[in-house]
C-alpha cells in the first residue's frame, strides 16, 4: 500500500510539474494581478540564480584566493557578449510566441516553439566553439592582470564548454513565459541553484578543485535545469508542446524572430563588449579595486532584479495584448509595471546603502576591498530608480515588436556616451570614483530618450500578427 501511495503522489508530482497546463491569457483580467503573478516567480527565480552566482563568488573569495574572486567575478562582459546575444536573440522569439498566443493562433505557436529550439541547436555548438576560441583574445584585451590570468581562463574554458545547457534552459523558459507561465522556470531555477550550491561546496572544499571546480558545478546545474524544461515542453498538453518529430526551422517565422530578436541581441552583446572597455579601466587600478567591483557587481544585480521581472512581465502582457489588437490595455499595463517598479527599487535601495560595508565584506571581508564596494554602492545606488524607467518602457516596446528603437537608444546611452565619459574622466582625473559615475550619467541620457519616444509612439503599428493570419 505504501508504495503504491508513493506511485501516486510520484505521478501527481510529475503531473504537477510537467503536464498541468499553467498558460495565461493576459488580455483578460486584472492588469496588475496579472503582472503580479508573472512577475513574482520571475523575481524569486531571479533571486536564486544570483544566488547560486553570489555562492560562487562567495566559496572562491573565502576558500580560494583573491586572485579567484577577482578572477571570477570580473569575466561577466566576456560571457554577456556571447550570451547576450543569444538572449536578445531569444527575446524574438519570446515576443513572435506571445503575440500568436494572444491572437489564438495556436499553429503559429507550435511553428515558433521548434524553430526557436533548432535555432537554439544550432546557435550552441557554435557558441561553444567561439567561447572558448576567443577566451585569451579577450582577458588580454581587458588588461586582465598576470596573477588572474590562469583562474580567469580556466573558468571561462569550462564555463563555454557547457553554455548548451544554460542556452537551452533559456529559450524553454522564454517559450513558457511567452504563453504567461512564470512558475515552472522558477521551480527549475530552484533546483538548479540547489544543485549548484551544493557542487560548489563539495567540489571546492572537499576535492580542492578551485575555480574549475565552481565552473563544473555551473555547467553541471544549467543541464539539469536544461532537461527539466524539455521534459515540460515535450508533455506539455498546451499549444507549446515540443515534439522530436517536428523539429525544423520554419523560415517564415526565423524571419519575424530576426527581425525582432537581432536589435536587443546586438545591444546586448555591444554593451558588453562595451563593458569589456569599462572593466579594462577597473582593472588598471589593480587587484582590490577589481575585487571591489566584483562585490559592487553582485549587490548591484540583486537590486535590478525587480525591475526586470516587471520588465519581462510588460513585454509578455504587452505581446499578448497586441496580439489581440488591443493597444488601451497594453499600455495600461506598461505604465502599471512603471509604477510598482520604482515603488520595490526605492524600498530595496535604503538598506543596501545602510549595511553596505557589512554587504561587500560577506564576499571579501579585506579592508581594501570592503572600501572600494562601499564608496561604490552608496554613490551609485541612489540612481537605480531611473532605470525603471528604460527597463520597463523598452520592454514594453519590445513586446510590441519594436526592438529596434531601444537598441539605437541603449547603444547611444551605455556604449558611445559612456565610453567618450570615460575617456574623458580618465585624462582629467586618476580617481576612481569618477569613472565609476559614468553609470549614472548613462543610465540618465537613456531613461530621458526612451521616455520621451515610448509616450510619442505607435504601439500597434509594429504588432507581429499579420492582419491575414488572423
Given at each position: 500500500?505504501?508504495?503504491?501511495?508513493?506511485?501516486?503522489?510520484?505521478?501527481?508530482?510529475?503531473?504537477?510539474?510537467?503536464?498541468?497546463?499553467?498558460?495565461?491569457?493576459?488580455?483578460?483580467?486584472?492588469?496588475?494581478?496579472?503582472?503580479?503573478?508573472?512577475?513574482?516567480?520571475?523575481?524569486?527565480?531571479?533571486?536564486?540564480?544570483?544566488?547560486?552566482?553570489?555562492?560562487?563568488?562567495?566559496?572562491?573569495?573565502?576558500?580560494?584566493?583573491?586572485?579567484?574572486?577577482?578572477?571570477?567575478?570580473?569575466?561577466?562582459?566576456?560571457?554577456?557578449?556571447?550570451?547576450?546575444?543569444?538572449?536578445?536573440?531569444?527575446?524574438?522569439?519570446?515576443?513572435?510566441?506571445?503575440?500568436?498566443?494572444?491572437?489564438?493562433?495556436?499553429?503559429?505557436?507550435?511553428?515558433?516553439?521548434?524553430?526557436?529550439?533548432?535555432?537554439?541547436?544550432?546557435?550552441?555548438?557554435?557558441?561553444?566553439?567561439?567561447?572558448?576560441?576567443?577566451?585569451?583574445?579577450?582577458?588580454?584585451?581587458?588588461?586582465?592582470?598576470?596573477?588572474?590570468?590562469?583562474?580567469?581562463?580556466?573558468?571561462?574554458?569550462?564555463?563555454?564548454?557547457?553554455?548548451?545547457?544554460?542556452?537551452?534552459?533559456?529559450?524553454?523558459?522564454?517559450?513558457?513565459?511567452?504563453?504567461?507561465?512564470?512558475?515552472?522556470?522558477?521551480?527549475?531555477?530552484?533546483?538548479?541553484?540547489?544543485?549548484?550550491?551544493?557542487?560548489?561546496?563539495?567540489?571546492?572544499?572537499?576535492?580542492?578543485?578551485?575555480?574549475?571546480?565552481?565552473?563544473?558545478?555551473?555547467?553541471?546545474?544549467?543541464?539539469?535545469?536544461?532537461?527539466?524544461?524539455?521534459?515540460?515542453?515535450?508533455?506539455?498538453?498546451?499549444?507549446?508542446?515540443?515534439?522530436?518529430?517536428?523539429?525544423?526551422?520554419?523560415?517564415?517565422?526565423?524571419?519575424?524572430?530576426?527581425?525582432?530578436?537581432?536589435?536587443?541581441?546586438?545591444?546586448?552583446?555591444?554593451?558588453?563588449?562595451?563593458?569589456?572597455?569599462?572593466?579594462?579601466?577597473?582593472?588598471?587600478?589593480?587587484?582590490?579595486?577589481?575585487?571591489?567591483?566584483?562585490?559592487?557587481?553582485?549587490?548591484?544585480?540583486?537590486?535590478?532584479?525587480?525591475?526586470?521581472?516587471?520588465?519581462?512581465?510588460?513585454?509578455?502582457?504587452?505581446?499578448?495584448?497586441?496580439g489581440k489588437n488591443n493597444v488601451e490595455r497594453a499600455r495600461?499595463?506598461?505604465?502599471?509595471?512603471?509604477?510598482?517598479?520604482?515603488?520595490?527599487?526605492?524600498?530595496?535601495?535604503?538598506?543596501?546603502?545602510?549595511?553596505?560595508?557589512?554587504?561587500?565584506?560577506?564576499?571579501?571581508?579585506?579592508?581594501?576591498?570592503?572600501?572600494?564596494?562601499?564608496?561604490?554602492?552608496?554613490?551609485?545606488?541612489?540612481?537605480?530608480?531611473?532605470?525603471?524607467?528604460?527597463?520597463i518602457y523598452s520592454g514594453a516596446l519590445r513586446g510590441a515588436?519594436?526592438?529596434?528603437?531601444?537598441?539605437?537608444?541603449?547603444?547611444?546611452?551605455?556604449?558611445?556616451?559612456?565610453?567618450?565619459?570615460?575617456?574623458?574622466?580618465?585624462?582629467?582625473?586618476?580617481?576612481?570614483?569618477?569613472?565609476?559615475?559614468?553609470?549614472?550619467?548613462?543610465?540618465?541620457?537613456?531613461?530621458?530618450?526612451?521616455?520621451?519616444?515610448?509616450?510619442?509612439?505607435?504601439?500597434?503599428?509594429?504588432?507581429?500578427?499579420?492582419?491575414?493570419?488572423?
Open positions: 500500500m505504501a508504495i503504491m501511495a508513493n506511485t501516486a503522489r510520484l505521478s501527481r508530482l510529475r503531473a504537477f510539474f510537467f503536464r498541468s497546463k499553467k498558460d495565461v491569457d493576459m488580455t483578460e483580467g486584472g492588469i496588475a494581478g496579472h503582472l503580479i503573478t508573472f512577475a513574482i516567480p520571475l523575481l524569486i527565480g531571479n533571486i536564486f540564480q544570483q544566488f547560486y552566482n553570489t555562492v560562487d563568488t562567495w566559496v572562491v573569495g573565502n576558500y580560494v584566493s583573491n586572485e579567484a574572486f577577482s578572477a571570477v567575478g570580473t569575466v561577466g562582459p566576456i560571457i554577456n557578449m556571447l550570451i547576450g546575444f543569444f538572449m536578445g536573440l531569444s527575446s524574438g522569439a519570446g515576443v513572435v510566441i506571445s503575440q500568436y498566443y494572444g491572437a489564438k493562433l495556436h499553429d503559429k505557436v507550435q511553428d515558433a516553439v521548434h524553430t526557436s529550439v533548432v535555432m537554439t541547436l544550432i546557435l550552441g555548438v557554435l557558441f561553444t566553439g567561439v567561447g572558448i576560441a576567443m577566451t585569451p583574445f579577450m582577458l588580454e584585451f581587458m588588461k586582465t592582470p598576470e596573477n588572474v590570468m590562469p583562474e580567469s581562463t580556466a573558468y571561462l574554458t569550462i564555463y563555454f564548454a557547457g553554455v548548451l545547457g544554460l542556452m537551452i534552459y533559456n529559450i524553454g523558459s522564454g517559450i513558457l513565459r511567452a504563453v504567461g507561465d512564470s512558475q515552472r522556470p522558477f521551480y527549475f531555477l530552484v533546483v538548479s541553484a540547489l544543485i549548484n550550491i551544493v557542487l560548489d561546496l563539495v567540489f571546492v572544499l572537499v576535492f580542492k578543485m578551485g575555480v574549475g571546480g565552481v565552473a563544473l558545478a555551473t555547467i553541471i546545474a544549467q543541464g539539469v535545469s536544461a532537461v527539466l524544461v524539455v521534459v515540460t515542453l515535450m508533455r506539455s498538453d498546451s499549444c507549446i508542446r515540443l515534439s522530436i518529430k517536428k523539429l525544423q526551422l520554419n523560415f517564415d517565422i526565423l524571419g519575424k524572430i530576426i527581425k525582432v530578436g537581432i536589435p536587443a541581441a546586438l545591444q546586448m552583446t555591444i554593451t558588453s563588449f562595451s563593458n569589456v572597455f569599462v572593466q579594462s579601466y577597473i582593472n588598471v587600478f589593480g587587484d582590490n579595486y577589481m575585487s571591489g567591483w566584483t562585490a559592487y557587481n553582485k549587490i548591484d544585480q540583486l537590486i535590478f532584479l525587480p525591475m526586470q521581472s516587471l520588465s519581462l512581465a510588460s513585454t509578455t502582457f504587452v505581446g499578448q495584448n497586441l495600461k499595463g506598461a505604465n502599471t509595471a512603471l509604477a510598482m517598479a520604482a515603488v520595490s527599487t526605492v524600498l530595496i535601495m535604503i538598506p543596501v546603502i545602510a549595511a553596505a560595508p557589512y554587504l561587500v565584506a560577506f564576499f571579501n571581508d579585506k579592508p581594501e576591498v570592503v572600501d572600494v564596494g562601499t564608496q561604490l554602492i552608496r554613490w551609485i545606488t541612489p540612481f537605480y530608480v531611473l532605470c525603471c524607467v528604460n527597463q515588436g519594436n526592438s529596434r528603437t531601444p537598441m539605437i537608444i541603449m547603444l547611444a546611452s551605455f556604449v558611445a556616451f559612456r565610453q567618450v565619459y570615460l575617456f574623458a574622466v580618465s585624462r582629467l582625473t586618476d580617481a576612481f570614483i569618477p569613472l565609476a559615475m559614468g553609470y549614472p550619467a548613462g543610465w540618465l541620457l537613456c531613461s530621458a530618450l526612451t521616455f520621451v519616444y515610448y509616450k510619442r509612439a505607435k504601439l500597434g503599428k509594429t504588432r507581429i500578427v499579420d492582419e491575414g493570419e488572423e
